[in-house]
DNA sequence: CGGTAAGTTGAGTAGAGTCAAATTTGGTGG
DNA sequence: CCACCAAATTTGACTCTACTCAACTTACCG
């Protein structure tokens, strides 16, 4: 089992396809030049953890290719995610010694990683990173907002519907075609991940699938392949005030 | 019952109680004078909502005094806090032209605030601000990120458990006592708030108070005053993971 | 001293959790 | 290609925590 992930990938910044998203996203070339100085490629295969809470972090990085979750864990062993990190999302907090959460690879994943000292004295000289970091962070935060309404507020039923909205507006954002009628797209999480994205338990994930289902709001080939006939009704389920997420 | 707050407190920033804690902590002197232009303090009394979501908004801001509260509602008037402001907090989000969140004054807040569009461009030109603003938001991320754990697993008994922790190590830390022994403080929230706050019902609220009061865990005086005899004890309640956060 | 808002307590209910069993699926080795 | 295994998922039966609705108490303000 300890087969290791292959084909890294080192890239040039120039090819890398994360390079107009990730913190690295208003650099110029000089600047690029020097993140190339202190970077490295690390994968990572599906399940494994890359990093504990609590280890000493002699990095941040980025998200190259692949999915993954942060965790938080109470001492019984409940569990709950509190990030979901994509292709150019950011690892790692600069000034912290100490990992604040578990890192789990949820498909293979592919990590743009900079040496935590270099990157943190680059910040300093080169306003560009901060500033996109920042606009990160804030981004976010307002994703942790809006998440906490979900956790804190809403049915199962409604958790349910709105992360499958999530997934069809994300999925609707790479297709640039707007989420309205028809949506198609991948479950990228098990029923125990999902569980963990929206504090339920894996059986009730599995029943309110089902129910959406057997309702019509969505079909399913195999246990992973969503299609959402109808968008608007999703939206409706997910019980959001209207709307559906205001970026200005 | 529309009386005007008064007070505003006008200040010079030099004088200002909030000068090493807010957005303003690593700017020199000349920087300050620079802000000093763009700034104004407003007043509201506690209970006023400040600002609605989807609101236009002309300034961002800090609070300077009294406790303000960001909340989200879901169509039917469910409600879920998702920030809790104390004096030196940040209000709004640079480069966004409408509010994403309700903000409700719990107690009388006094805000200085920044017209955006200057402070925008002054964010551009003085890397302290940006800086600083990141630190501020990473700590709300994380906060946030402990928050969504809260809401998504904890049961209502360590919810509120959680909750007078919170405060208390607060408390501590303005005292510059550790929280360890006994340990009081005033709750800042009325019931119906700490339930926004904590994904409760106000009902659920009073009751795990009581228990916990039965228990000896706390006591009580008045509605408002908590005595905790024992913090370990109140951290047990809580069934956080150990430590009690990890910021390094 | 009344009136109102805040808070407490009780009774009954419902939604999600727990424990357990059945089913499906994807991968493996023969 | 097929049988088999382990993991993921679904479904059922039952329980229990937190919610709802309602009555009552307390504290505060004019």
């Given amino acids: 089992m300890l087969k290791d992930a292959h084909d890294p990938t080192p890239r040039e910044c120039g ?3 994360i390079r107009h998203r990730a913190v690295c996203a208003r650099c110029d070339a000089q600047e690029l030049e020097q993140l190339d100085q202190i970077k490295y490629y690390r994968s990572f295969e599906a399940g494994r953890t890359l990093i504990w809470a609590g280890d000493r972090m002699d990095f941040v990085g980025s998200v190259v290719s692949g999915i993954a979750m942060l965790t938080q864990t109470l001492e019984d062993g409940r569990t709950q995610m509190v990030g979901l990190l994509l ?3 950011f690892v790692g907090r600069p000034g912290r010694e100490k990992a604040a959460y578990n890192v789990v690879a949820v498909s293979d994943v592919v990590m743009c990683c900079f040496r935590k000292h270099p990157f943190e004295n680059m910040m300093e000289k080169t306003p560009h990173i901060g500033q996109r970091l920042l606009e990160m962070t804030l981004d ?3 994703a942790a907002r809006e998440w906490m309404l979900l956790l804190g507020r809403k049915t199962a039923r ?3 519907a709105s992360f499958l909205a999530i997934l069809g507006r994300r999925n609707a954002v790479l297709n640039m075609s ?3 009628g028809q949506v198609v797209f991948d479950l990228p999480l098990t029923r125990e991940a999902m569980a963990d994205y929206l504090g339920l338990t894996l059986e009730t994930v599995s029943r309110q699938i089902s129910a959406l ?3 019509q709001v969505i079909h399913l080939e195999g246990k992973r392949h969503v ?3 109808d968008f608007d009704r999703l939206l409706e389920e ?3 005030d209207s709307d559906g997420g205001m970026l200005a």
Same sequence: chains 1, 2.
């Fill in 87 to 89: 292709p150019s999302d």
């Fill in 213 to 215: 289902k057997r309702d």
């Fill in 227 to 229: 299609t959402v006939p």
């Fill in 140 to 142: 976010e935060l307002d």
């Fill in 178 to 180: 707007k989420a309205a």
């Fill in 238 to 240: 997910a019980g959001d």
């Fill in 158 to 160: 409604e958790k349910i």
């Fill in 15 to 17: 090819e890398c396809p």
